[in-house]
């Protein structure tokens, strides 16, 4: 117990879930090619009519489009990733 009691894995842990729940985020934002399929998808997902327009016409890299607010409450933990 004191050997493991020593092990800082919450920390790194908590980074590898973060990246995967990103890069996650990113396949589903590639699967939406067209942005008015981004559009569909955003509005089935509970996002307000000006966050849907104002993510799904973003000029960002899709990448960078995965930290925005918007798709982290479009696809955050309580909807998963699961849909589709």
Known sequence: MGYFALIETPSPLKRLEEWIRRRLRL??????????TRIRELRALGLKEHEVFEIANTR???????????LH????????????
């Not at 396949?27 to 008015?36: A, D, E, L, S, T």
């Not at 409450?73 to 589709?84: E, Q, V, W």
Request: proline share 3%; charged share 30%.
């Open 27 to 36: 396949c589903r934002w590639h699967q939406w090619k067209r942005v008015r």
């Open 73 to 84: 409450k479009a696809l955050g933990k309580a909807t998963g990733l699961s849909k589709g």
């Open 60 to 70: 960002k890299g899709a990448w960078r489009t995965t930290r925005t607010p918007q």
